[in-house]
């Protein structure tokens, strides 16, 4: 059974802070994905990655940074953290390079930026 | 940029009723396209996907189906129950890439 894990449900932190978020998956999968998921925009692409130390920026990647030195972890990070990035963020991977296969996501980490 | 529009963005039902939720894409090269259903509080899970070289997909009951002319997938769901109530997302594989692009979701509320 394929297990994503986020390192936090929720996560309050200061505007100007720089913030973590992890994620871990344990099927060895080659594809690691962030998302953003906001009330009536759905879930919009942050940054994936298709291999260890490979990334490719998303749809809205202004703000956000990635980091995968191992392929199990797939971190994200905000450098500055500001007001506008308070969100649900979803991580998800998926097994093959194809692409087409289904993607698994994590539980979520509620961020709130004051 | 490619997108994909969903509709309705909330669906009331009655328990035994069916519903249905329509996406329309714009990259006419996607091959893929997945249901995921999420419940209040939980991630989203895939509930059931199409690839472009059928035209219909069933499991139990739910079904989607898939128009490449017209760029257009929809979810069926018959006889409702109370534990469909949920918010659905479709979403389009890209071609070529592995980004997929989601639906703004649809927000299922089955009626006792």
């Known amino acids: 059974d394929v297990k994503v894990t986020q390192s936090s449900r929720y996560l309050v932190k200061r505007t100007g802070e720089k913030v973590f978020l992890e994620c871990v998956q344990d099927m060895d999968h080659e594809n690691m994905f962030w998302y953003r998921q906001d009330p009536g925009l759905g879930l919009r692409l942050i940054y994936f990655s298709y291999d260890v130390k490979m990334k490719e920026k998303g749809d809205i990647p202004e703000g956000y940074s990635v980091s995968r030195e191992k392929k199990e972890r797939f971190s994200l990070i905000l450098e500055s953290a500001s007001t506008n990035q308070t969100s649900m963020y979803l991580c998800?991977?998926?097994?093959?390079?194809?692409?087409?296969?289904?993607?698994?996501f994590g539980p979520g980490t509620r961020l709130t930026v004051l | 940029g490619e997108n994909v529009e969903q509709h309705p963005s909330t669906l009331s039902v009655q328990e035994g009723d069916s519903a249905v939720i329509k996406c329309t894409y714009s990259?006419?090269?996607?091959?893929?396209f997945p249901w995921y259903k999420q419940e209040l509080g939980k991630r989203p899970q895939l509930i059931i996907d199409?690839?472009?070289?059928?035209g219909e997909k069933k499991d139990q009951r739910i079904a989607v189906t898939l128009n490449k002319t017209a760029k257009h997938f929809s979810l069926h769901i018959t006889e409702t129950q109370p534990e469909d109530s949920a918010v659905y997302f479709c979403?389009?594989?890209?071609?070529?890439?592995?980004?997929?692009?989601f639906g703004t979701g649809t927000r299922l509320k089955v009626l006792a």
């Open positions: 990259d006419s090269a996607s091959n893929y």
């Open positions: 199409i690839r472009s070289n059928v």
């Open positions: 979403a389009a594989l890209l071609s070529g890439t592995y980004k997929y692009i």
């Open positions: 998800a991977s998926s097994m093959s390079r194809a692409g087409t296969d289904t993607q698994y």
